[in-house]
């Protein structure tokens, strides 16, 4: 496991970043945290290896809303990460950095809470 990963930063407002992240569950919460303590981790697929790493109550909370993505709008500070044959977080390569900093180039100006109330799924299951 690598000790520290190389990510995609992407904070509303502003302009992808590379950023180095260190490779631990707490650091790695406090890095989607937004501020909000004991915060939960979601890894949504984009492609093969490679996932965006987003707080799972983010719209929950009213995390500020950040870019579309198809669908859907993700919500406060996320990051776009490598993830290996075992399931770990690995680094982006330079290739997937320019990428993706390409795609999330610009951020997503406009959008209204109610629009982002509208994206959000609750599931129920019976047993």
Request: hydrophobic residues 40%.
């Amino acid at each position: 496991m690598e000790k520290y990963i190389t990510a995609l930063k992407v904070v509303p407002h502003c302009k992808p970043e590379v950023v180095k992240l260190w490779n631990v569950l707490e650091d790695l919460q406090e890095a989607v945290s937004d501020g909000h303590p004991n915060s939960v981790i979601e890894f949504v697929g984009l492609e093969d290896g490679v996932s965006l790493m987003v707080n799972e109550e983010g719209k929950l909370i009213g995390l500020e809303p950040n870019r579309r993505l198809g669908g859907d709008i993700l919500v406060g500070t996320f990051y776009v990460v490598a993830d290996g044959p075992d399931g770990e977080l690995t680094s982006l390569n330079v290739d997937q950095l320019q990428k993706y900093a390409d795609y999330f180039v610009e951020p997503a100006e406009g959008i209204e809470q109610e629009e982002v109330e509208r994206t959000m799924q609750t599931l129920f299951f019976s047993w």
